[in-house]
């Protein structure tokens, strides 16, 4: 089973192909069709441990030659220091305006490897590889691509459209258990913006063994998300409106990231809890919203803070610091009900405190 997606931008119109086993066919077409005899790959340094002979043998079966640089695990190589050393390993092996670039990874390797792609002789065809359930339904979609700075997240970067996507669900196979529930949180904000059966079709987590899941069920869930993400970024591709619907739960969870490190919580985690507390919002101006639907799948979370490392104070202020810096008020993307989304400004310091904690309170142990 396999689904195509088209995403529609400005600059072009791209595949995201989601399937089982179909890296080699899909990668050696695409690469054929460019005429591509040399190709560079950025790879994530776990995707490089268990998947560097998939990606290198449809290379070596077509004739391509390639120049491979590991990305080292982890948010803190979304750095200038680290972008400006693909630009070197590009520039230093004479890459040219049409060599591919493969961007095999998560989400860090995806907007790293994009943001160079976008820079390196003012843009180059780059071919994105998901190899996360994260990246799969979210980051290689859409063409956000970017660094980190000292005053925040994504500060540096731009909007560059891949030539493709090829998701292939035989690369989650080793991924452990909490990077599939990193992706889960983001698969759960698209139920909650656009589509309830995913919140329900999403149960198929609570197999013990996610590897195990039926691969067609997953591709199926995956394909939804894809589409939803694609259509939005069609309408609104640098994010003037509908696309801030995708940041359901964000502001919370940059504030949670920021708190407690990378190292204590990754993003799925944060955008989770980041969830329930802008569903509380939503309650606390005025909407009528059961989190039942998220609250389920709070036993697939296994959170290493608890409520007591964390103060509502510093998070306010976590959150404050990080809207300054953008001369903005505290705009939240809330539900008027599930399945609709609004952007608002809310600046009752109160109601948010009270989301904060209907959030933290979910960081005590499950009884
Ligand atoms: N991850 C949100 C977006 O791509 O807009």
Same mark, same amino acid.
């Given at each position: 089973?396999?689904?195509?997606? !088209?995403?529609?931008?400005?600059?072009?119109?791209?595949?995201?192909? $989601?399937?089982?086993?179909?890296?080699? *066919?899909?990668?050696?077409?695409?690469?054929?069709?460019?005429?591509?005899?040399?190709?560079?790959?950025?790879? !994530?340094?776990?995707?490089? +441990?268990?998947?560097?002979?998939?990606?290198?043998?449809?290379?070596?079966?077509?004739?391509?030659?390639?120049?491979?640089?590991?990305?080292?695990?982890?948010?803190?190589?979304?750095?200038?220091?680290?972008?400006?050393?693909?630009?070197?390993?590009?520039?230093?092996?004479?890459?040219?305006?049409?060599?591919?670039?493969? /961007?095999?990874?998560?989400?860090?390797?995806?907007?790293?490897?994009?943001?160079?792609?976008?820079?390196?002789?003012?843009?180059?065809?780059?071919?994105?590889?998901?190899?996360?359930?994260?990246?799969?339904?979210?980051?290689?979609?859409?063409?956000?691509?970017?660094?980190?700075?000292?005053?925040?997240?994504?500060? =540096?970067?731009?909007?560059? +459209?891949?030539?493709? $996507?090829? /998701?292939?669900?035989?690369?989650?196979?080793?991924?452990?258990?909490?990077?599939?529930?990193?992706?889960?949180?983001?698969?759960?904000?698209?139920?909650?913006?656009?589509?309830?059966?995913?919140?329900?079709?999403?149960?198929?987590?609570?197999?013990?063994?996610?590897?195990?899941?039926?691969?067609? @069920?997953?591709?199926?869930?995956?394909?939804?998300?894809?589409? =939803?993400?694609?259509?939005?970024? @069609?309408?609104?591709?640098?994010?003037?409106?509908?696309? #801030?619907?995708?940041?359901?739960?964000?502001?919370?969870?940059? #504030?949670?990231?920021?708190?407690?490190?990378?190292?204590? %919580?990754?993003?799925? @985690? #944060?955008?989770?809890?980041? %969830?329930?507390?802008?569903?509380?919002?939503?309650?606390?101006?005025?909407?009528?919203?059961?989190?039942?639907?998220?609250?389920?799948?709070?036993?697939?979370?296994?959170?290493?803070?608890?409520?007591?490392?964390?103060? $509502?104070? *510093?998070? %306010?202020?976590?959150?404050?610091?990080?809207?300054?810096?953008?001369?903005?008020?505290?705009?939240?993307?809330?539900?008027?009900?599930? +399945?609709?989304?609004? =952007?608002?400004?809310?600046?009752?310091?109160?109601?948010?405190?009270?989301?904060? %904690?209907?959030?933290?309170?979910?960081?005590?142990?499950? +009884?």
């Amino acid at each position: 089973m396999k689904a195509k997606i !088209d995403v529609r931008s400005a600059s072009k119109t791209y595949p995201a192909i $989601v399937g089982e086993s179909l890296l080699f *066919n899909t990668l050696s077409s695409l690469l054929k069709s460019r005429e591509a005899d040399r190709v560079f790959i950025l790879i !994530d340094e776990n995707a490089d +441990q268990y998947h560097r002979e998939r990606i290198l043998t449809v290379l070596s079966d077509n004739k391509i030659d390639y120049k491979i640089r590991v990305i080292p695990q982890g948010e803190t190589s979304k750095s200038a220091k680290e972008w400006i050393a693909c630009l070197d390993f590009l520039l230093d092996n004479e890459v040219r305006r049409n060599t591919p670039l493969l /961007a095999v990874g998560g989400g860090v390797t995806g907007d790293l490897a994009g943001f160079a792609a976008s820079t390196a002789l003012r843009g180059i065809p780059l071919i994105h590889i998901p190899t996360t359930l994260l990246a799969m339904v979210d980051s290689s979609i859409g063409g956000k691509t970017g660094i980190n700075h000292t005053k925040g997240k994504n500060l =540096i970067g731009a909007f560059y +459209q891949p030539e493709a $996507v090829i /998701a292939d669900i035989d690369f989650l196979k080793t991924l452990p258990r909490h990077e599939w529930v990193n992706g889960l949180s983001e698969i759960l904000k698209y139920g909650a913006i656009e589509d309830t059966d995913i919140l329900e079709k999403a149960e198929i987590f609570f197999e013990e063994n996610p590897g195990k899941i039926s691969p067609g @069920e997953l591709i199926s869930l995956i394909a939804r998300c894809v589409k =939803i993400k694609a259509d939005i970024v @069609e309408k609104d591709e640098f994010e003037g409106g509908i696309r #801030a619907y995708l940041n359901f739960g964000h502001t919370f969870a940059h #504030a949670l990231e920021k708190a407690c490190g990378f190292n204590k %919580m990754n993003h799925g @985690e #944060a955008v989770y809890l980041g %969830m329930l507390a802008a569903t509380e919002l939503s309650n606390l101006t005025g909407k009528t919203i059961n989190p039942a639907p998220l609250i389920k799948y709070r036993p697939l979370y296994n959170f290493r803070v608890t409520k007591d490392d964390l103060s $509502v104070s *510093n998070l %306010m202020e976590y959150m404050k610091s990080d809207k300054k810096r953008l001369n903005e008020n505290l705009r939240f993307i809330l539900l008027d009900q599930w +399945q609709h989304p609004v =952007i608002k400004t809310v600046n009752n310091k109160e109601l948010i405190e009270h989301s904060w %904690m209907a959030a933290i309170n979910e960081l005590n142990p499950i +009884q």
